[in-house]
């Protein structure tokens, strides 16, 4: 088996998620699921990657039993 290790430096927490959001589109999905309540930048960030953004309530362990 080959493994592959990556890493990034960004300037901040704001720019991390940004290279997170391009990533994950290009990689993943364009789809992502935010949790309410999040950092008020966190969905403006997925939304200029080109990302489709939805979100909903935190909930507790107990809910998904």
């Keep these: ?3 592959h290790i990556a ?3 960004t300037v ?3 720019g991390a998620l940004r290279v997170g959001a391009d990533f ?5 999905s364009e789809k992502i ?3 309410k309540p999040t950092w008020p930048n ?3 960030v997925f939304l200029h990657a080109g990302m489709h953004v939805g979100g909903g309530s935190l909930r507790s362990a107990a809910d998904y039993k």
């Design 33 to 35: 699921w935010i949790s």
């Design 42 to 44: 966190h969905r403006s």
């Design 12 to 14: 901040g927490g704001t």
């Design 1 to 3: 088996h080959s493994f």
């Design 24 to 28: 994950l589109k290009k990689e993943v």
């Design 7 to 9: 890493g990034f430096q």
